[in-house]
C-alpha cells in the first residue's frame, strides 16, 4: 500500500455499517467528503448543467469543455457510490482533470440512485441517456462525434453493461473505459478477501448496498452480475483500471480477461500501491495522478484510432 495512505485511512477508521445510519446522512457525509479529497479544480473553457428530457423523466447532466479541446469525442460519465451515493458535486473535480487530461468534453450524468430507484432504473438511465446523446449530439456542440461510456466502481459497472446492452444499437460508441469497477453482489475473489477491510472500500458495506440496488431481482442477471455475460461479442474496446489494494481488484481484471475471450480489445492497467477511489485521491497521494495521465494517454489512442479508420 502507498505510505500516504497511511494517516487518511487512520482518521477514516470505525466507518459506520450502513445498517447503522441512513442513506440521507451517507449521502451529505460522501459529498462532504468530495470537497476534502477533491483538491483543485481545473479551469475549464465551459462548464453547464443540462436536464435531459426521457420518457417519463429528466436526468440531470454536466458538461464539461477543456481549454484545450484537441479531440473531437463525448465521455459519457457515471460515477461511483456503490449505486446509492454519488451526483454531480461529487465526481465535478475529476470529471474536470480528465477532461483536461484527455482534450475531450465529459458528461457527467446523475443517473437514478437505490434503494428509492432500484435496479434497473440507474442503468435504464445510463442506456436511455446515451441513446439520447447519440441522437442530439447537437446540442452539445459536437454533432456525430465518437461516444466514450466511463465510469467508476458503480458507475462503471454501468458504463460496462451498457456498452454490452446497446452494441448493436449502430451508435458512435468507439470505447468504454471502466475504473475499479464493481460487477456484482456475489463476486468472491482473493482480492476480495485480502483487502476486505481496512482499505477504504469495506466489502460488508458495498453488499449492504447492493442489497439496496438489487431489491427483489435476482442477482445472478448478468446486467447486475456482468461476469455472468454470456456474450459480449462486438462490444466496444475497453480499457480497464484496477487499484492493486482494492477488494474489487481481482474481478476487474476477470472481466478485461472476458472481454479479451469474446474478441474485445482491452488494456488493462494496474495502479501500483493504489485503493480504490485512488482516482480522486490525488489531493494527499500525489502518484494518484499518474494513472489519469495514463488513462487519457491509452482513451486518446482509442479515439484516434477509430477516427483513423
Known sequence: MHPDYIPYLAAQANAVHPNETTYEIRRRAYRAQAHVIEGDRPDMAEVRDIS????????????????????????LYFHG?????GDLDTH????????????????????????????????????DVTRYVAANG?????????????????????????????????????????VYPTFGPEVVTNSSHQYASGYLLEMEHLRADYRGYVGTHDHTDPRISPLLTNDATGAPAAIVVVAECDPLRDEGLAYAGLLEHFGVRVETLEAEGMLHGFLRHGSFVADALTTVDDVAHHLREYVSSTKAS
Open 138 to 178: 447537437e446540442l452539445f456542440d459536437v454533432p456525430g462525434a465518437p461516444l466514450v461510456l466511463m465510469g467508476d466502481s458503480a458507475g462503471a459497472c454501468l458504463a460496462a453493461v451498457a456498452a454490452v446492452q446497446l452494441r448493436h444499437d449502430e451508435l458512435p460508441i468507439v470505447a468504454q473505459v471502466l
Open 92 to 127: 465535478d473535480a475529476l470529471c474536470r482533470r480528465l477532461s483536461r487530461a484527455t482534450g475531450m468534453r465529459f458528461l457527467a450524468v446523475a443517473y437514478a440512485l437505490a434503494p428509492e430507484y432500484p435496479f434497473p432504473a440507474g442503468l435504464n438511465d445510463a442506456i
Open 81 to 85: 457510490g456503490s449505486f446509492v451515493l
Open 52 to 75: 435531459i428530457p426521457l420518457n417519463g423523466r429528466t436526468v440531470a447532466t454536466r458538461l464539461f469543455v477543456p481549454l484545450e479541446e484537441t479531440h473531437e469525442a463525448i465521455v
